[in-house]
């Protein structure tokens, strides 16, 4: 028996974000194609002599990518629609950094996170979330002319890169199955997947390549295999293999599965013609028994059993004796993480402020890379050939288990003190808007923004000296009160009806909230590619969660005070700050989500003690936290919703709880929606024309709701009249009096040149909206 250490992908953007910089750089055109791919070969040499000097055995190639494997592999099977050929070869930068990002240089960034970029004469490729993670890829196109040709090398170029340096690597591919299910049809008839047989060659021609410059194995991702399927797509993964195989003879393949079970697919996917099949071991733990018991001998297993999503230490022991009995019963076994570890920070040694106790329970990539070394080695020379290792590693999941930092008894009795009533207001939503109208006063079709005023180089800069202590306490608040005051004067100026205060002082909607928080840590490097160069940090849930001290009010009061119109005070939801987070792993999400809960309560409650009557507490990310499963998803939204009414139930009928969601489809959740109750909910809509209102309108949702009139994932200043449209087109699914106008989505990533005339606009339309629907 011998045990080997693998791995699916490791991050790219760099371990001081190289390649964030090195993108920028050349996009603002301060550099030019030969700086930004000679960065990317630094790193991608670094990545793989790191990986190896870890202890790896199979280091993985070409999973490397400028902006995203998923266009990656479009690039390679040649699905660029026709609107991008222009701009190059098939294979060149213009074209895909087109493809991600449009085509007009020097327009501004992207919005939140599902726009299309920008709007400008090449609109970038739609981007959406990769399965449950935060991640987004670049959502393939295909077409019923669809014709595919092996247009980009760059998988056979990193393996021979990664060989001429010394490295044999395993080549990473997204599979074909998996590809064309994330695929969206162009002419809205073609079934992608029918496009099966025509796709097949272009992987046939890689593979033959990949051989014959000498690579034996050969890793597939198709995550697709942990989903729902349909009978044509579980028929398409034993019609892809049996051809690859065939064609192929030699050359073995690993399919890669990730992000939860296989279950009813687990014989679908043994019965694949493959050498090798990945299970991810975190998610589903459970199926370990079934996959040992049902791989055929000659299988390669690899094992996930270090967890790709998250960043704790595993419990190396707990490890050790699930898997000695398999290792011992087959011939070769491989174990990784569960998942490619793009989904983690890179290296802990970087972190030198966390709480030493509390980093001590922690493992970034590199780290974790470690830990498979330790576990092959026991497996293979036996636990006494890494006593130490093991004895310090139990000692940390101990330490962590029985730490007083993780538990506050205070929160365990306010958990168990939970009531019914404290997940619903006392008053149903008829008689609250009742009040609330007479309170508020405002016009019919109110405008209000959704949050966050652009983030400047100005204001970034200004936070990154406050953080390097270059600015005073003072002086950074002096600053922020002038953004603010600015931003609260220009929005009476331009008459807009609720005001928000502009979020200057976040520097993430969900970091800014877990730096305040009891029970996070918060990294310096922890980075993780969310798009493209985009990146987050998320911050580490590690105890029992509490809010020690008002997080926003001082903000809020502030703001108000500067004018007499309505001031929203602005929170990120409980279900969105923990689906952003690294969460702990030793009690059920739905626990810690609870507790968030609790403490976002607690400043919805004193923000309407200091005097606010209108309080927004987002849920940008409650529809990404479903399961992948649809037999998962109702125990999901009942926790999910009970989160948000635990935060949003602590106020009088007349304070106002709006809520906000930034994507469009509903009809699969319009009944949790509801549930939720907020008085008001604003959503993504500009650029479905309103047709995502029909699942409002159908459902007959009773609340008051703000379609988004202004697309903000692109600079184009949308004009008064398209407002107007949208606006009616509204009112023909929905009371006018139900109605509200505002953006899409915050504006943090625009700049204040696209941001005042477009709010302008919307403005005009809604007075010009008022005279004639109401
Ligand atoms: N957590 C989260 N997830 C989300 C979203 C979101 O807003 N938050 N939106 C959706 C899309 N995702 C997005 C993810 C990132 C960004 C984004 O703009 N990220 C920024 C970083 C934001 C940030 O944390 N900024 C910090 C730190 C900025 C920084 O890089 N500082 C430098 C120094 C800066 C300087 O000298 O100018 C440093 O620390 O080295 C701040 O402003 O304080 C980036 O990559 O550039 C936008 C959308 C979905 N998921
Ligand atoms: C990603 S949703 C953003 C909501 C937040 N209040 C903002 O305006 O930025
Ligand atoms: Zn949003």
Same mark, same amino acid.
């Given at each position: 028996m011998s045990v080997i250490t693998t791995n699916l992908g490791f991050p790219r953007i760099g371990p001081r974000r190289e390649l964030k910089t090195a993108l920028e750089a050349y996009w603002a055109g301060k550099s030019d194609a030969p700086a930004l791919l000679d960065t990317a070969r630094v790193l991608r040499a670094a990545t793989w002599d790191r990986q190896k000097a870890l202890g790896l055995d199979i280091v993985p190639s070409g999973d490397f990518s400028l902006y995203d494997q998923v266009l990656d592999t479009s690039i390679m099977v040649g699905a660029i629609p026709a609107i991008y050929r222009p701009l190059g070869a098939a294979g060149s930068l213009d074209v895909y950094f087109a493809m991600a990002r449009g085509h007009q240089p020097g327009a501004s960034e992207e919005g939140c996170g599902h726009g299309h970029g920008r709007s400008t004469d090449v609109p970038a490729q739609e981007m959406t979330k990769w399965f449950d993670t935060n991640y987004h890829y670049m959502v393939p196109e295909v077409g019923a002319t669809q014709h595919f040709i092996l247009s980009s090398t760059k998988v056979i170029d990193e393996y021979r890169e990664a060989k001429a340096l010394g490295h044999e690597s395993r080549p990473v591919l997204l599979g074909p199955v998996s590809w064309l299910l994330l695929a969206k049809s162009t002419d809205g008839r073609t079934r992608p997947l029918s496009l099966l047989p025509a796709l097949l060659p272009v992987y046939i021609e890689v593979l033959r390549r990949l051989q014959a410059a000498g690579a034996e194995w050969v890793q597939i991702d198709e995550p697709a295999l942990v989903l729902d399927l349909d009978a044509e797509a579980k028929a398409a993964f034993g019609t892809a293999y049996a051809s690859l195989a065939q064609e192929i003879p030699g050359l073995r393949i690993l399919i890669a599965t990730?992000?939860?079970?296989?279950?009813?697919?687990?014989?679908?996917?043994?019965?694949?013609?493959?050498?090798?099949?990945?299970?991810?071991?975190?998610?589903?733990?459970?199926?370990? %028994?079934? &996959?040992?018991?049902?791989?055929?001998?000659?299988?390669?297993?690899?094992?996930?059993?270090?967890?790709?999503?998250?960043?704790?230490?595993?419990?190396? $022991?707990?490890?050790?004796?699930?898997?000695?009995?398999?290792?011992?019963?087959?011939?070769?076994? !491989?174990?990784?993480?569960?998942?490619?570890?793009?989904?983690?920070?890179?290296?802990?040694?970087?972190?030198?402020?966390?709480?030493?106790?509390?980093?001590?329970?922690?493992?970034?990539?590199?780290?974790?890379?470690?830990?498979?070394?330790?576990?092959?080695?026991?497996?293979?020379?036996?636990?006494?050939?890494?006593?130490?290792?093991?004895?310090?590693?139990?000692?940390?999941?101990?330490?962590?288990?029985?730490?007083?930092?993780?538990?506050?008894?205070?929160?365990?009795? /306010?958990?168990?003190?939970? *009531?019914?009533? =404290?997940?619903?207001?006392?008053?149903?939503?008829?008689?609250?808007?009742?009040?609330?109208?007479?309170?508020?006063?405002?016009?019919?079709?109110?405008?209000?923004?959704?949050?966050?005023?652009?983030? $400047?180089?100005?204001?970034?800069?200004?936070?990154?000296?406050?953080?390097?202590?270059?600015?005073?306490?003072?002086?950074? *608040?002096?600053?922020?009160?002038?953004?603010?005051?600015?931003?609260?004067?220009?929005?009476?100026?331009?008459?807009?009806?609720?005001?928000?205060?502009?979020?200057?002082?976040?520097?993430?909607?969900?970091?800014?909230?877990?730096?305040?928080?009891?029970?996070?840590?918060? *990294?310096?490097?922890?980075?993780?590619?969310?798009?493209?160069?985009?990146?987050?940090?998320?911050?580490?849930?590690?105890?029992?969660? +509490?809010?020690?001290?008002?997080? $926003?009010?001082? =903000?809020?009061?502030?703001?108000?005070?500067? *004018?007499?119109?309505?001031?929203?005070?602005?929170? $990120?939801?409980?279900?969105?700050?923990?689906?952003?987070?690294?969460?702990?792993?030793?009690?059920?999400?739905?626990?810690?989500?609870?507790?968030?809960?609790?403490?976002? /309560?607690?400043? &919805?409650?004193?923000?309407?003690?200091?005097?606010?009557?209108?309080?927004?507490? %987002?849920?940008?990310?409650? /529809?990404?936290?479903?399961?992948?499963?649809?037999?998962?998803?109702?125990?999901?939204?009942?926790?999910?919703?009970? !989160?948000?009414?635990?935060?949003?139930?602590?106020?009088?009928?007349?304070?106002?709880?709006?809520?906000?969601?930034?994507? +469009?489809?509903?009809?699969?959740?319009? &009944?949790?929606?509801?549930?939720?109750?907020? %008085? &008001?909910?604003?959503?993504?809509?500009? /650029?479905?024309?309103?047709?995502?209102?029909?699942?409002? !309108?159908d459902y007959r949702y009773p609340n008051e709701i703000g379609p988004g009139v202004y697309d903000i994932h692109s600079p184009r200043v949308p004009a008064r009249e398209e407002m107007v449209d949208l606006l009616i087109k509204a009112g023909e699914r929905l009371s006018t009096g139900q109605l509200w106008v505002n953006p899409d989505c915050g504006l943090k990533t625009r700049k204040w040149e696209d941001v005042k005339p477009a709010l302008v606009h919307m403005v005009e339309a809604a007075k010009s909206a008022r005279a004639f629907l109401i």
């Open positions: 990730y992000f939860g079970a296989l279950g009813d697919n687990l014989d679908i996917a043994m019965g694949l013609p493959v050498a090798g099949l990945h299970v991810d071991l975190v998610r589903a733990p459970e199926q370990l %028994d079934d &996959v040992a018991a049902k791989a055929p001998a000659d299988m390669l297993l690899s094992l996930g059993v270090v967890d790709g999503r998250n960043i704790w230490k595993s419990d190396l $022991t707990a490890i050790l004796d699930r898997i000695e009995p398999i290792a011992r019963s087959r011939r070769v076994l !491989a174990i990784a993480p569960s998942c490619s570890l793009l989904h983690t920070p890179i290296d802990l040694a970087l972190e030198t402020r966390l709480d030493p106790q509390v980093k001590n329970w922690m493992a970034f990539a590199v780290q974790k890379i470690e830990e498979l070394s330790v576990l092959a080695k026991a497996l293979n020379q036996g636990r006494s050939s890494v006593a130490a290792a093991l004895a310090d590693n139990a000692r940390a999941v101990a330490g962590r288990r029985a730490s007083p930092l993780v538990h506050d008894p205070r929160v365990r009795s /306010r958990m168990e003190a939970l *009531t019914a009533n =404290w997940t619903r207001r006392v008053t149903p939503f008829a008689e609250r808007i009742v009040q609330q109208r007479a309170l508020l006063g405002l016009p019919p079709l109110p405008t209000t923004t959704i949050g966050s005023f652009p983030q $400047t180089a100005e204001v970034r800069k200004a936070r990154a000296a406050h953080g390097k202590g270059e600015l005073d306490d003072a002086s950074y *608040t002096r600053f922020l009160r002038e953004e603010t005051e600015r931003a609260v004067r220009w929005q009476e100026e331009i008459g807009i009806d609720v005001l928000v205060h502009g979020e200057f002082e976040r520097n993430d909607m969900v970091q800014y909230f877990g730096e305040q928080l009891a029970g996070f840590a918060f *990294t310096r490097a922890g980075w993780v590619q969310s798009y493209g160069s985009r990146c987050v940090r998320p911050p580490i849930i590690y105890g029992d969660v +509490s809010r020690p001290r008002p997080m $926003t009010v001082e =903000w809020w009061a502030y703001a108000q005070s500067l *004018t007499d119109r309505p001031m929203k005070g602005m929170l $990120t939801g409980p279900v969105t700050i923990l689906q952003w987070s690294f969460v702990r792993d030793d009690q059920p999400r739905s626990d810690t989500c609870r507790q968030i809960a609790l403490a976002i /309560r607690d400043e &919805v409650v004193d923000l309407e003690r200091a005097g606010a009557r209108i309080i927004q507490i %987002d849920e940008a990310a409650l /529809r990404e936290g479903l399961p992948l499963r649809r037999a998962d998803w109702q125990a999901y939204l009942d926790w999910a919703v009970e !989160a948000f009414r635990i935060s949003a139930s602590g106020v009088q009928p007349q304070t106002q709880i709006h809520t906000h969601m930034c994507y +469009s489809e509903f009809n699969d959740i319009i &009944v949790a929606i509801g549930a939720m109750d907020a %008085d &008001v909910i604003s959503i993504e809509t500009a /650029r479905s024309k309103m047709e995502l209102l029909d699942a409002f !309108a």
